[in-house]
């Protein structure tokens, strides 16, 4: 009797089967990710951590921002969710063009997104001048550091809720749309619970991105202590000979590492078919 052999139905074994010599180059793209962050983690004086974190230029520039973080990832809430409908609802055509345009800051170099704004906010830029005659400026401030992490964070966002926007579909909409539910209502009983899942995520990520942030900043809101100098922009200032100690530099890497690996875990949590 001929025995006839049956696929696995987890699919693990089938997955398995690639020639072994790949694991030299997978071994060295982990290396290459890793070996990094693990020299500075050799590195760092575990025993001046908490005084280095703790010192005030260090928590200035964490306090700053922690606080312009929450503004940028508010405003990116504010803006991207109506945003992300927009391209979710539209049609082929214009949903691509729109979404290559919303995507475009995460692939231009930081460096390029500070020059834009100052192009647009400065005090020759595009709108500069009129808010001059307002008595309003923006650039080398707070408020333009907020305005830089929102620059390159929004897109995070967008992205996350219109996928959660096109998964969820249109029917239950529909569904309340025919039983009598004002657009608003819909919208807020019916599409913000739906792809509350999404705007978490991508919540977090703008928040971590905004945390992060440095090129766009570095341009646009400049590096004054108290006022624009955020965590990665100490860290920059301490490894060129002012301001923070090293210590305390890399002290602050360690937090903004951590971070990173808070926003992961919790993308992790929030994956419906994540391995558990």
Not at 50 to 68: V, Y
Not at 72 to 90: D, N, Q
Not at 202 to 210: K, Q
């Amino acid at each position: 009797m001929t025995r006839v052999a049956h696929a696995p139905r987890d699919g693990t074994a089938a997955a398995g089967r690639f020639p072994g010599w790949l694991y030299l180059p997978a071994g060295l793209g982990a290396a290459v990710l890793l070996l990094p962050l693990a020299a500075l983690l050799v590195r760092l004086d575990w025993a001046g951590v908490p005084a280095a974190i703790t010192s005030p230029a260090a928590l200035q520039a964490l306090g700053l921002s922690l606080a312009t973080a929450s503004w940028a990832t508010l405003a990116c809430i504010v803006l991207g969710v109506p945003l992300a409908l927009v391209i979710a609802r539209s049609r082929p055509g214009v949903a691509a063009a729109l979404r290559t345009l919303v995507t475009l800051p995460l692939v231009l170099p930081p460096l390029v997104g500070g020059i834009a704004l100052l192009a647009l906010l400065g005090r020759t830029g595009l709108f500069g001048e009129v808010l001059a005659v307002w008595g309003i400026r923006i650039p080398f401030t707070t408020a333009a550091v907020v305005i830089a992490q929102v620059f390159v964070a929004l897109p995070f966002l967008v992205i996350s809720v219109e996928g959660a926007l096109r998964t969820a579909g249109t029917r239950f909409e529909g569904v309340a749309a025919g039983l009598g539910a004002g657009r608003f209502t819909v919208f807020r009983r019916i599409t913000l619970p739906l792809v509350a899942p999404g705007l978490l995520a991508g919540a977090v990520l703008c928040f971590a991105r905004a945390l992060g942030e440095f090129g766009a900043t570095a341009l646009f809101a400049g590096n004054a202590a108290g006022t624009t100098r955020t965590m990665p922009l100490a860290i920059y200032t301490a490894f060129n000979g002012a301001g923070v100690s090293e210590d305390t530099a890399i002290a602050l890497s360690l937090m903004l590492i951590a971070v990173a690996i808070a926003v992961l875990v919790l993308m992790r949590g929030w994956r419906a078919d994540a391995p558990r």
